[in-house]
T-cell receptor
Framework: DVKVTQSSRYLVKRTGEKVFLECVQD?????MFWYRQDPGLGLRLIYF???????EKGDIPEGYSVSREKKERFSLILESASTNQTSMYLC????????????FGPGTRLLVL | RKEVEQDPGPFNVPEGATVAFNCTYS??????FFWYRQDCRKEPKLLMS???SGNEDGRFTAQLNRASQYISLLIRDSKLSDSATYLC??????????????FGQGTTLQVKP
């Protein structure tokens, strides 16, 4: 069975802290994605990776960075957390191709105080 | 104009009703179309792909009108378990083979007994 896991379901951090969100997939997928989901705004792409050590900015990369050192793992880093980064963060993975299903992790609900 | 637009609803319908959701997309070069389902506080999951000739999966029928850049989802004989948010999704045509997607904000369906 397909599986994408995320390191935390809920996280509370303080403004200015460095935050690491981890995502692991067990499907040998080439593509991995980080989204944030906010009410009224839907899912917005933060960063994308199509291979180990390869990354591309999405629509809202400011304030975030990513790391993909191994094919199965994609990390999202908030360099200095701010209150406007309070959100639901969703990781997804897919095979290469335009018609492939994206499989999502359960999400991390991050609250920045 | 949003790249993918949906009526957010909510749609409140009785069990057994037929309900239809519509979606429009702005880029005529998009080639792949999907409906994802997202239950409350859960991750999105693929419901069905949408093919040019239209396709059916049990009680669910998806239609695509490329000329009007319009996608629809019809649910017949609604069940309580159909209560969820339905996301209209298209591929980003400028992203090559990367499988990047654009998500609509979603239409919320509440099926009442």
């Amino acid at each position: 069975d397909v599986k994408v896991t995320q390191s935390s379901r809920y996280l509370v951090k303080r403004t200015g802290e460095k935050v690491f969100l981890e995502c692991v997939q067990d499907m040998d997928h080439e593509n991995m994605f980080w989204y944030r989901q906010d009410p009224g705004l839907g899912l917005r792409l933060i960063y994308f990776s199509y291979d180990v050590k390869m990354k591309e900015k999405g629509d809202i990369p400011e304030g975030y960075s990513v790391s993909r050192e191994k094919k199965e793992r994609f990390s999202l880093i908030l360099e200095s957390a701010s209150t406007n980064q309070t959100s639901m963060y969703l990781c997804a993975s897919s095979s290469a191709g335009t018609k492939e299903t994206q499989y999502f992790g359960p999400g991390t609900r991050l609250l920045v105080l | 104009r949003k790249e993918v637009e949906q009526d957010p609803g909510p749609f409140n319908v009785p069990e057994g009703a037929t309900v239809a959701f519509n979606c429009t997309y702005s880029n005529s070069a998009s080639q792949s179309f999907f409906w994802y389902r997202q239950d409350c506080r859960k991750e999105p999951k693929l419901l069905m792909s949408v093919y040019s000739s239209g396709n059916e999966d049990g009680r669910f029928t998806a239609q695509l009108n490329r000329a009007s850049q319009y996608i629809s989802l019809l649910i017949r004989d609604s069940k309580l378990s159909d209560s969820a948010t339905y996301l209209c999704v298209v591929n980003r045509p400028d992203s090559g083979n990367t499988g990047k997607l654009i998500f609509g904000q979603g239409t919320t369906l509440q099926v009442k007994p």
